[in-house]
């Protein structure tokens, strides 16, 4: 794999056991400066550990306390203040997912609720999904759980895999008002993409399917087997992700080595119409690196060949699939680097810590100069787990940006700014990251809704 370890999804072996697979976590800058022309707030009351998720102004987290337990907390999305938190657990969920953050869904002009898994135990069941105001957090209505990756916003429902241990696992369509069960999908599904009427699920299966849903019925209106769109033999462990370009779903699978057979899995990326499910193009044999855009945004890859061999380092039009820049193998630098990029990813920076980089202009492959040029990338690469209280461990946070001097190797000093927009991505014209403490940071620069490296 590239230098720096993927941010992973669950891994499902085929006879449906799961394996997670380690996320990225990290730090931020300290004090971030913002451009003062930009609504901004900084939250420290928070130790955000998951994405932050937006609805009906209320920006929703996952926080850790300092006892090691997990809370919700809800901050107003205009001024970052702290609305209200209550416990939050994890239940099912594996640590290559990272801890779930919640999900905010907005049911009306001004109105939403913030969907939690609360640690509340029932009987046979191992926790509770709790369903509260987004402002107030009152308790609107709740459902017990056995085991799940968390719940998700699908349009204007709330969607859950349920039962996720068991062969009775299944996804869970709800209202989010009542809680009514409005339909079901067999199996663990994970919502990929979702508008007012539609939904796209990954399917997870020993042959995994991209399957949309009209949003009120269940009905299908489509459905792609993953190996018709990129190759046979894929193997979920290995990890994928999933980003929009337009009118179409760009996604990656990742490789996976299994350790009985030796035999690498299918991997690469492909794109599709959410229309109708027709293939625009696909990349096959092919790494996502990290730090990097999403797969629907900024994709860059790295090609691997048949006897494992990595060649030069490619970003990708994520609309065509065509290459829009890169570098060859016979020009990437020697070992100790890790990647970074500048805001706007038109140049491949190679960081070496403490020393001189190398950095390479991706439209037309040359050398790039490094004395004053910055480039963003992962502040560690070596994070630690989080020291969950009475949960499995192997949990990370998710991973944070910082500012670094190419020439130096060193983090700019003082106030290194936003981190960029491919990174973060932004949600209603906010974007929110975490920094090194784990306080929440927003600013609202008019970037409307655009996907992140995290989707």
Known sequence: MP?????????LSLAGALAGVLALAGCSSSKVAIEETHPTWLNGQVNAVSRATVAAGVAAVTSLKPDGTLETAALDLTGGRRLWAHPATIAGRLPGMGVQPPAAVETGPGQGVVAAIDPAKRGRWNATLIVRDARTGQRKWSRPVQSTFGPQRCGPYLCMSENTALASARMVVLDPLTGKLLWTLPGISEVEWSDPSRVVMLRMARHPVLSAHDLKSGAPVWQLPVEQALNPGIDLSGGWAFGTAGENLVGYVAPYTNPKKNKTSAFGLFSVK????TVNWLRPSVVRVYPSGSPGFAPVVRPIDDQGQYGGFARLDPGSGRVIGQIAADQVPGAGWWLAFPKDMGRLDFLKPNGS???????SGQPAPVKDQRGWSFCVTDPKPLPLAGQPQGFYSVASLCEFDLATGKRVPGSPGVPPAWFTGSQDGWRLWRDEKGAMHA????????????G
């Open 443 to 454: 600013v609202r620069d008019g970037s409307g809704t655009a996907p992140g490296m995290y």
């Open 274 to 277: 959410l229309a109708d499910g």
């Open 357 to 363: 980089g190398s950095a390479f202009d991706l439209p």
């Open 3 to 11: 230098v720096i370890r993927p941010l992973a999804k669950p891994a």
